[in-house]
C-alpha cells in the first residue's frame, strides 16, 4: 500500500520504519524538507538510515497515498491539512494528533468535550475519510503493542465511513494489534482524545509512557 | 468503621449493602428522609431488605463517620455538601460523582478539562479530606470488581491527603479491588472524570455498562 506520513515528529519516526518493514510504499511529507533534515537530527538519521525515507512536501506527498496519515503536532494540523484539501478529496486519511495547547499551562486540551481534532478535520475535509486512532499511545507502542502486557491492551478507531475504518483496522492488526475496538462515527474521537489527561497523569504517576489502556470485559 | 452513604441512587444502593456486608456501620443520607422512601421504589425495598439501612438526612448521616461518601448527582453535589462543611470538616469524603451536565446534550461534562468536581469540592471544603474515586465505573463494578475479567482491571484515587488515599485504598482492596493506581493530588481527578466520555461511547459500541479500564504496563 502507497502510505503518506505527515510530519517528522516521533510518530512519524516510529511509524516510517515500521510501514516500511511490513512491505508498504512510504513517502514522508514536511513543511519545508531541507529545514527538516537540516534542524530535525533525529529525522536526519533516520533518513540515512532507510533511503526509502527521503523527504517530500506535504503537497508532493499526498497524491499518490491510499493512505495519509496525519502525525502532525494538533494545534497547527487542521491548517496545515486544509491547505491539502482538494489532494485529500476521497482518501483515507488516519488521524493521530493529540489536541495539546500547549500554549497553556499543564496541557490542557482543545478543542475538548463539545469537540475534537478528528471532528474539526472531518469538517474542514467533508471529502476526506478521517478515522481517528492511536492517540491513547506513545509513539514507541503504536507500532510495537506487544511490548506491553504481551500486547493485551486495546487500540480504538473513530470514524464515518466503514471501508475506512477497516482499512486502518487491517493496517492495526498488521503491526500486531489484537484488540481493535470500533467506537463508532468520528465524534468518538472525543473519546479518545480526553483520555489524553488519564494518559498523562498516569505517566506521572507510574513513571514511564509506556503503557496502554485495557478495556476489560 | 461508620460510613455515611450520601444519596440513593444506583451507587449507594451499590455501596450500602456491600459496606453491611463487610462489617461496617452504614448510614444513608438524602435530602428529605420521607418523600424518599416515598418516591425511589428502588432504595424503598433495599431499606426494607435491610433493617439497618433507615434514611436520615444529610446533616445528621455525617457527624459521626469516619468516611463520607459522597453519591450526590454531579450537577446538584457541590451545593448540597458545601451546605455541610463544618460537620465535614477534618473528615474522609470519599467522591464518586460524575460531572455529567444532564441539561445539555449528549451528556457533555461540565467541569472538565480545567478544573473537576472533585477539585470543586476540595475548594468547598478545605477542612475535608477529598478522594475522588470509583467515577471511571458502572455502580454495579464498583462493589464487585471480579464480575468483570475476573477482577483484572483498575481502579484510581486522587487526593491531596495521603492518610485518606490509605483509608479509601483499604476500602477498596476489601471489596477485592487488586489494581488501586494512586494518581498524585485531587487535581488528577480531571483524568478519571475526563473518562466518562470514552465510558459512554465504549458502552454503547459494546453495548453493556459491565467493562472496566485496565492500565496495562
Not at 519545508?32 to 538510515?49: C, G, I, V
Not at 476521497?90 to 478543542?111: E, H, K, N, Q, T
Request: aromatic letters at 6%; glycine letters at 6%.
Amino acid at each position: 500500500m502507497k502510505i503518506a506520513l505527515l510530519g517528522t515528529g516521533a510518530v512519524s519516526r516510529v511509524l516510517a520504519p515500521a510501514f516500511l518493514y511490513l512491505g508498504h510504499d512510504v513517502v514522508v511529507g514536511t513543511r519545508s524538507p531541507l529545514t527538516t533534515l537540516d534542524s530535525n537530527t533525529a529525522y536526519a538519521r533516520l533518513a540515512t538510515r532507510y533511503s526509502a525515507l527521503g523527504l517530500c512536501t506535504f503537497a508532493d506527498a499526498v497524491p499518490d497515498a491510499e493512505l495519509v496519515v496525519n502525525a502532525i503536532d494538533g494545534p497547527s494540523c487542521v491548517a496545515a491539512l486544509t491547505s491539502l484539501a482538494p489532494a485529500l478529496a476521497g482518501r483515507v486519511l488516519m488521524d493521530v494528533s493529540s489536541p495539546f495547547d500547549w500554549s497553556l499551562p499543564d496541557a490542557v486540551l482543545d478543542p475538548v468535550n463539545t469537540d475534537s481534532l478528528g471532528e474539526r478535520l472531518q469538517r474542514a475535509l467533508p471529502k476526506a475519510k478521517v478515522v481517528k486512532t492511536f492517540n491513547t499511545l506513545a509513539a514507541e507502542a503504536m507500532a510495537q503493542p506487544s511490548a506491553i502486557g504481551d500486547g493485551d491492551h486495546t487500540v480504538f478507531v473513530s470514524g464515518d465511513d466503514a471501508s475506512a475504518k477497516a482499512m486502518v483496522t487491517e493496517l492495526l492488526r498488521s503491526l500486531g494489534w489484537k484488540d481493535v475496538l470500533d467506537l463508532g462515527c468520528i465524534r468518538t474521537a472525543r473519546a479518545t482524545e480526553m483520555m489524553l489527561r488519564m494518559w498523562i497523569d498516569a505517566s506521572v504517576a507510574l513513571g514511564t509512557h509506556m503503557f496502554g489502556f485495557k478495556i476489560v470485559r
